[in-house]
């Protein structure tokens, strides 16, 4: 058997995760690795290790064309035995032992029922699982019973921008690390970001609630020759040596922003959905040989493009959706020879209402503004300095700009979450507090309150309010009738200790497995479970 390439250790670490979790019983787990860790990789070695003990075959499911021969190649690269082989548009390659199938394609029937015989499903980019499309090939293929495919997924980010549960089909992440952990360890690269300044109320764009702005609004409200001489000059002033990418809201926007590029001497080039194949290859050939300087998208290279020589972004599509922003940042953040860190320029528009994603969001460390530090300098601020001085310390950056970047629940006493359909709660004994958009007022917000684990008995007890103040109410309340149980000083202090009994008897009850979780942690997963299912099927 030949093998061409080296597993990191953390990549053999997350096998044996994986592995163990299934051999467990479990039947649908998840990886969340951030882009340029090698998920790819550590997927193409687990292939290798099922098809060491199990006859049955593989079904790799990616959600775009070119991520087909990716696939393949690294499945190869891992393994040169290994019999690889694609179902896409004319081909249909459904004797091979390990195929690798574009989920558009799958979508037909007629295809699906031609793949017989399968063990394991991959899911690549798995925060997309919860589309009628995949779930309908997770079930054809029998991962969500006791007897069919087991399933595993990969992913950078196990989030979504709308209100779709994850929980509904992944048991278990069975192994993360974030963006911090990977800068640490020197496999991604540092970065840091500047701040483009733009007039704009980015409210207008805000149809969406909880989910993210309208990339349509957004295009109108950035489709200004303001927005595209203001990039412009950003990467004149911060960016004029490095090779980008671009993200813009929509197709016209694209080519808006890449023509302003280019008349001012950086060659850009576009990608849209629409564009062929072999002429992106085209284009990502031009970028690495120096020839393009800036590649501009309309949203398609969020995931699985790998152009690790780019060192600078441009988010010219600013969004609430963390999950989107780290997509959109790991595309830059993977080491190349001679490229000493990457640069973010935010398209930041003036708004009061929403907080935007933020290189801040990248990582479970509490970081307060940035200014001018990277990413690295600032987790290291935080461990130095005294944390709630550090997390109240203002940004300078977004003071000149005029917009608040305020973590509005982190700044309250009690312990918010979120649960998977997107709704922010607060759970104190028997009692929990909510938000929901309050559809009367569009941006403005219900505070709802419950009396009972039921959800009986409440209601809501505010409508109309701003994101800030219905925050503060559900804290006060929190204060005056959960003191102890809602505070973030009791979910501190439950950190490291093992749960009672009770708890984890309770936790199987909802078809949790208590594992090794410590007391904080099983005490969130009950919480986001229970809210998920209460708030998530009952709310208005």
Same mark, same amino acid.
């Given at each position: 058997?030949?093998?061409?390439?080296?597993?990191?250790?953390?990549?053999?670490?997350?096998?044996?995760?994986?592995?163990?979790?299934?051999?467990?019983?479990?039947?649908?787990?998840?990886?969340?690795?951030?882009?340029?860790?090698?998920?790819?990789?550590?997927?193409?070695?687990?292939?290798?290790?099922?098809?060491?003990?199990?006859?049955?075959?593989?079904?790799?499911?990616?959600?775009?064309?070119?991520?087909?021969?990716?696939?393949?190649?690294?499945?190869?690269?891992?393994?040169?035995?290994?019999?690889?082989?694609?179902?896409?548009?004319?081909?249909?390659?459904?004797?091979?032992?390990?195929?690798?199938?574009?989920?558009?394609?799958?979508?037909?029937?007629?295809?699906?029922?031609?793949?017989?015989? $399968?063990?394991?499903?991959?899911?690549?980019?798995?925060?997309? !699982?919860? *589309? @009628?499309?995949?779930? =309908? &090939?997770? +079930?054809?293929?029998?991962?969500?019973?006791?007897?069919?495919? $087991?399933?595993?997924?990969?992913?950078?980010?196990?989030?979504? !921008?709308? *209100? @779709?549960?994850?929980? =509904? &089909?992944? +048991?278990?992440?069975?192994?993360?690390?974030?963006?911090?952990?990977?800068?640490?360890?020197?496999?991604?690269?540092?970065?840091? !970001?500047?701040?483009?300044?733009?007039?704009?109320?980015?409210?207008?764009?805000?149809?969406?609630?909880?989910?993210?702005?309208?990339?349509?609004?957004?295009?109108?409200?950035?489709?200004?020759?303001?927005?595209?001489?203001?990039?412009?000059?950003?990467?004149?002033?911060?960016?004029?040596?490095?090779?980008?990418?671009?993200?813009?809201?929509?197709?016209?926007?694209?080519?808006?922003?890449?023509?302003?590029?280019?008349?001012?001497?950086?060659?850009?080039?576009?990608?849209?959905?629409?564009?062929?194949?072999?002429?992106?290859?085209?284009?990502?050939?031009?970028?690495?040989?120096?020839?393009?300087?800036?590649?501009?998208?309309?949203?398609?290279?969020?995931?699985?493009?790998?152009?690790?020589?780019?060192?600078?972004?441009?988010?010219?599509?600013?969004?609430?959706?963390?999950?989107?922003?780290?997509?959109?940042?790991?595309?830059?953040?993977?080491?190349?020879?001679?490229?000493?860190?990457?640069?973010?320029?935010?398209?930041?528009?003036?708004?009061?209402?929403?907080?935007?994603?933020?290189?801040?969001?990248?990582?479970?460390?509490?970081?307060?503004?940035?200014?001018?530090?990277?990413?690295?300098?600032?987790?290291?601020?935080?461990?130095?300095?005294?944390?709630?001085?550090?997390?109240?310390?203002?940004?300078?950056?977004?003071?000149?700009?005029?917009?608040?970047?305020?973590?509005?629940?982190?700044?309250?006493?009690?312990?918010?979450?979120?649960?998977?359909?997107?709704?922010?709660?607060?759970?104190?004994?028997?009692?929990?507090?909510?938000?929901?958009?309050?559809?009367?007022?569009?941006?403005?917000?219900?505070?709802?309150?419950?009396?009972?684990?039921?959800?009986?008995?409440?209601?809501?007890?505010?409508?109309?309010?701003?994101?800030?103040?219905?925050?503060?109410?559900?804290?006060?309340?929190?204060?005056?009738?959960?003191?102890?149980?809602?505070?973030?000083?009791?979910?501190?202090?439950?950190?490291?200790?093992?749960?009672?009994?009770?708890?984890?008897?309770?936790?199987?009850?909802?078809?949790?497995?208590?594992?090794?979780?410590?007391?904080?942690?099983?005490?969130?997963?009950?919480?986001?479970?229970?809210?998920?299912?209460?708030?998530?099927?009952?709310?208005?």
């Amino acid at each position: 058997m030949t093998t061409v390439l080296q597993d990191r250790g953390y990549q053999t670490e997350c096998n044996d995760a994986v592995w163990n979790d299934l051999r467990g019983g479990l039947r649908r787990v998840a990886v969340v690795l951030p882009t340029g860790m090698g998920k790819t990789v550590i997927l193409s070695r687990f292939v290798q290790r099922y098809r060491s003990v199990s006859p049955l075959r593989v079904v790799i499911l990616v959600h775009r064309d070119e991520l087909v021969s990716q696939t393949v190649d690294k499945l190869l690269s891992v393994d040169r035995t290994l019999d690889v082989g694609v179902v896409k548009a004319a081909r249909n390659d459904v004797a091979a032992q390990v195929i690798v199938a574009s989920i558009q394609t799958l979508a037909s029937s007629r295809r699906l029922w031609q793949l017989a015989s $399968v063990g394991l499903v991959i899911v690549d980019e798995c925060h997309h !699982a919860p *589309s @009628k499309t995949y779930m =309908d &090939v997770l +079930e054809h293929f029998g991962c969500f019973t006791s007897t069919g495919a $087991v399933a595993v997924g990969f992913t950078a980010t196990m989030t979504r !921008a709308d *209100s @779709k549960g994850l929980g =509904d &089909v992944w +048991e278990k992440v069975s192994y993360t690390k974030d963006i911090e952990w990977g800068i640490r360890h020197k496999f991604l690269c540092d970065v840091r !970001a500047k701040a483009i300044k733009v007039d704009v109320d980015l409210s207008g764009a805000d149809r969406l609630g909880l989910k993210d702005y309208s990339a349509e609004d957004l295009g109108k409200l950035l489709g200004t020759e303001q927005t595209a001489d203001a990039i412009v000059s950003a990467y004149q002033d911060y960016a004029p040596d490095r090779s980008g990418i671009l993200f813009a809201p929509t197709v016209a926007t694209t080519w808006q922003f890449a023509e302003a590029l280019s008349t001012a001497g950086f060659s850009a080039e576009v990608v849209t959905g629409k564009t062929p194949l072999a002429e992106r290859r085209d284009i990502y050939a031009r970028s690495r040989a120096g020839d393009t300087r800036v590649i501009c998208n309309a949203m398609v290279l969020t995931e699985g493009f790998d152009a690790p020589w780019i060192s600078c972004g441009v988010i010219a599509r600013p969004t609430k959706h963390v999950g989107l922003y780290m997509q959109m940042t790991g595309r830059i953040l993977r080491p190349w020879p001679g490229k000493a860190d990457a640069l973010l320029l935010d398209v930041a528009g003036v708004t009061r209402r929403h907080r935007l994603a933020s290189l801040a969001d990248l990582s479970k460390t509490r970081i307060g503004g940035l200014g001018d530090l990277s990413l690295m300098e600032a987790f290291e601020g935080a461990e130095s300095a005294e944390a709630d001085e550090f997390l109240e310390s203002d940004d300078p950056l977004d003071a000149e700009l005029g917009w608040e970047d305020v973590d509005v629940f982190g700044r309250t006493s009690v312990t918010w979450r979120t649960t998977y359909g997107g709704t922010p709660f607060v759970r104190g004994g028997t009692f929990m507090w909510f938000l929901i958009p309050d559809p009367a007022v569009p941006g403005l917000w219900k505070v709802g309150e419950s009396r009972s684990k039921y959800l009986h008995g409440g209601g809501y007890i505010a409508q109309g309010v701003e994101l800030e103040q219905a925050a503060e109410l559900v804290a006060a309340r929190a204060e005056e009738l959960e003191p102890k149980l809602a505070s973030k000083k009791f979910d501190k202090s439950n950190q490291g200790r093992p749960p009672p009994q009770q708890m984890k008897r309770f936790a199987r009850t909802l078809g949790i497995d208590p594992g090794f979780l410590d007391h904080a942690s099983l005490a969130a997963r009950i919480d986001l479970v229970f809210a998920s299912h209460l708030l998530d099927n009952k709310r208005h």
